[in-house]
C-alpha cells in the first residue's frame, strides 16, 4: 500500500508561483513514476507532468517551460513547482504513482488533491 499526501496549493494571483509537494508513505516494491494530474471544474483529469523513477519528465503542452516537476527519493516526495500561473490553471491537482507490478503490468495510487486557485 502507497499513501500520497498532497500539499502546497491556495490562492494565487495570475503570474505568480506555488510549489505543490506529494509526500508518499507505505511500502514501495517496485520502481515508481510519479505525476501530476489535475481537474478544472467541468473538464476531465488531466495530465499536468510525469517523472520516472529515473527522472525523465514529460509535460503537457499547456505548462511546458511554465511548471517543473522534480522528486527527491530520499524524502519520498515529489514535487511541482509551478510558475507564471494563469487562471486557467486553476483546478484540483492530484498527485499520481504508478507502479510496475510487472511487465505490461501497473498499478496507480492517487492523493486526495489539492485545490489551486490562480485568481485576482
Known amino acids: 500500500q502507497v499513501q500520497l499526501v498532497e500539499s502546497g496549493g491556495g490562492l494565487v494571483q495570475p503570474g505568480g508561483s506555488l510549489r505543490l509537494s506529494c509526500a508518499a508513505s507505505?511500502?514501495?516494491?517496485?520502481?515508481?513514476?510519479m505525476g501530476w494530474y489535475r481537474q478544472a471544474p467541468g473538464k476531465q483529469r488531466e495530465l499536468v507532468a510525469t517523472?520516472?523513477?529515473?527522472?525523465?519528465?514529460n509535460y503537457a503542452d499547456s505548462v511546458k517551460g511554465r511548471f517543473t516537476i522534480s522528486r527527491d527519493n530520499a524524502k519520498n516526495t515529489v514535487y511541482l513547482q509551478m510558475n507564471s500561473l494563469k487562471p486557467e490553471d486553476t483546478a484540483v491537482y492530484y498527485c499520481?504513482?504508478?507502479?510496475?507490478?510487472?511487465?505490461?503490468?501497473?498499478?496507480?495510487?492517487w492523493g486526495q488533491g489539492t485545490q489551486v486557485t490562480v485568481s485576482p
Open positions: 499520481n504513482a504508478r507502479a510496475f507490478v510487472r511487465p505490461s503490468v501497473t498499478s496507480d495510487y
Open positions: 507505505g511500502s514501495i516494491f517496485s520502481p515508481y513514476n
Open positions: 517523472i520516472t523513477s529515473g527522472g525523465s519528465t
